[in-house]
C-alpha cells in the first residue's frame, strides 16, 4: 500500500502514539487512520485506480482478514505490505477487513473483449485435457466466493494475472495449494482470458 513518504511517516507516527492528536477533530478512529494508509493504492472505499493494486471493494471479509494476517506474520510477502501491517493489531486489521467487506465495488475493466469466451468456459467448466478445475466450484458461478475463498468479479486484469505468475512460480505460497497447480497448468492465454471474464463479472 504505497503512500507519499511524508504522510506516512506522519499516520505511522500517530499509529505508533495511540492517536494522541492536538484536537478532538483530528482524533478519527484507528481503523479510518488504517484505511488512510491503504488508499493511496487500493483507493478510500477500495476500487484501486491502478491496476497493479487489487479491488478490496466488496471482498469477502474472512477472506481479506486471512490475507491481513499473512501480510503481518510473513506468511504472504510482501515489501509495500510488510512494514504498514507491522503497525497494526488484529483488531485493527478486523475493522479494515470489515469496512472494506461493506464497500460497493465499481465495475471491472475489460481489455480483450474476444477472450471473453474463452475465460468464461474455462471459469464454469475449467480444462479436463490439462487437470484445470473449474473456478465455479470456489469462487462461486458469480464470482463472489463464499468467505473461505475470495470474490474475484470485477476485479483488475493486470492484479490476476500477476498473482496466476506468483502462484505458478511457487511465490505465493500462503492460498489454496490448489491455485498453484492451476496456475502451473493454464497457459498464459488461458490465464488471460479467465482474467478477462472474472473482470467482465459485475
Known sequence: MAYPTQK??????????GLSVASAAQAESLAATAVALCAGCH???GNSVATAFPKLAGQQKK?????????????????????????????DLTELAV????????????????????????????????????????????????????RVAGQHVDYTLDQFRLYAAGK???GARVMQAVAERMSEQEARAVAEYMASMP
Open 43 to 45: 483507493g478510500a472505499d
Open 99 to 150: 469496512y472494506y467487506a461493506r464497500q460497493k465495488p465499481a465495475p471491472g475493466v475489460v481489455g480483450d473483449p474476444a477472450l471473453l469466451a474463452l475465460g468464461k468456459d474455462l471459469y464454469l467448466k475449467g480444462n479436463s485435457k490439462t487437470d484445470v478445475p473449474s473456478c465455479e466450484s470456489c469462487h462461486d458461478e458469480t464470482g463472489n466466493g463464499d468467505g473461505k475463498f475470495p
Open 172 to 174: 505465493r505460497t500462503n
Open 8 to 17: 506516512l511517516l506522519v499516520a505511522l507516527a500517530l499509529l505508533g502514539g
Open 63 to 91: 477472506y481479506l482478514l486471512r490475507e491481513l494476517m499473512d501480510f503481518k506474520s510473513g506468511k504472504r510477502a510482501s515489501e509495500i505490505m510488510a512494514p504498514v501491517m507491522a503497525t497494526l493489531s488484529e483488531n
